[in-house]
């Protein structure tokens, strides 16, 4: 045997061997997937539709809020009334009026207070429904309605003369 007969041998000896241990890879991988591809195929779409899922609804009629409100041991939780002025400041306003994030005059803060309270109302009202240099309207809460961002106002006026 000529010494390239020998060299095309060993190369198809190594060949098969690859081939060998290529088809015992497969065979072990499809028994550990679990070789119905279908199913497997179904698994992996239904855990990305729960990933990209919306968090929640808009409730745009009173039933629909009633169904879709929480539930605690089997008791319904129901909302306590309208929000006081203090609890929408701390919803809405209290993260940049406590800290005077983007420029916002904090609250408690007299002497940042009093030229934008000389403005009047109006303005004061104008600025948290519309938004102000890097106030986002309605403080970035857009369910609250011009009440809710009045009595807000007032809060923090009153807090800061």
Not at 59 to 86: C, F, I, N, R, Y
Request: hydrophobic fraction near 45%; proline fraction near 5%; aromatic fraction near 2%.
């Amino acid at each position: 045997m000529s010494e390239d007969n020998k060299i095309l041998n060993d190369i198809g000896k190594v060949i098969a061997v690859l081939i060998v241990v290529a088809v015992i890879i497969s065979v072990i991988a499809i028994n550990l997937v679990g070789g119905d591809t279908l199913t497997t195929i179904a698994l992996q779409q239904k855990k990305v539709l729960n990933r990209i899922k919306p968090l929640g609804q808009v409730a745009t009629t009173l039933e629909e809020a009633q169904k879709a409100s929480p539930v605690v041991d089997d008791v319904v939780v129901e909302a306590k009334g309208p929000m006081t002025a203090e609890q929408i400041y701390n919803t809405a306003c209290m993260a940049c009026h406590t800290t005077g994030a983007a420029g916002a005059p904090k609250t408690g803060d007299v002497a940042a207070w009093a030229p934008r309270i000389a403005q009047g109302a109006d303005v004061l009202l104008e600025h948290a429904t519309k938004g102000f240099k890097g106030m986002p309207p309605r403080g970035g809460s857009p369910q609250l309605s011009d009440e809710n961002i009045t009595a807000a106002i007032d809060f923090m006026v009153a807090n800061s003369q």
